[in-house]
């Protein structure tokens, strides 16, 4: 699972994202992004199944997650 923070202290996740599914295209089904509230995806993720997880960050959601990633 790899998780992205929409509002990274060093930046948006935009550019890592792009980086990561241009050079790794099958982690676009691992990839989660996280973010506050019902704030909308940036451009580059809207309308790619990428999936969501809410901070502040529950432990049950992220392993709810995780297992439908990993089956």
């Known amino acids: 699972m790899i998780i992205a923070d929409v509002r990274m202290p060093t930046?948006?996740?935009e550019p890592?994202?792009?980086a990561l599914l241009l050079t790794c295209?099958?982690?676009?089904?691992?990839l989660v992004v996280a973010c506050r509230g019902e704030e909308e995806l940036p451009p580059p993720f809207t309308g790619q199944p990428i999936r969501r997880v809410r901070k502040p960050f529950n432990?049950?959601?992220l392993r709810t997650?995780?297992?439908e990633i990993l089956q």
């Open 11 to 13: 930046g948006s996740a």
């Open 16 to 18: 890592f994202a792009h």
């Open 25 to 30: 295209p099958q982690a676009r089904s691992r």
């Open 59 to 61: 432990p049950r959601d």
């Open 65 to 67: 997650v995780a297992n």
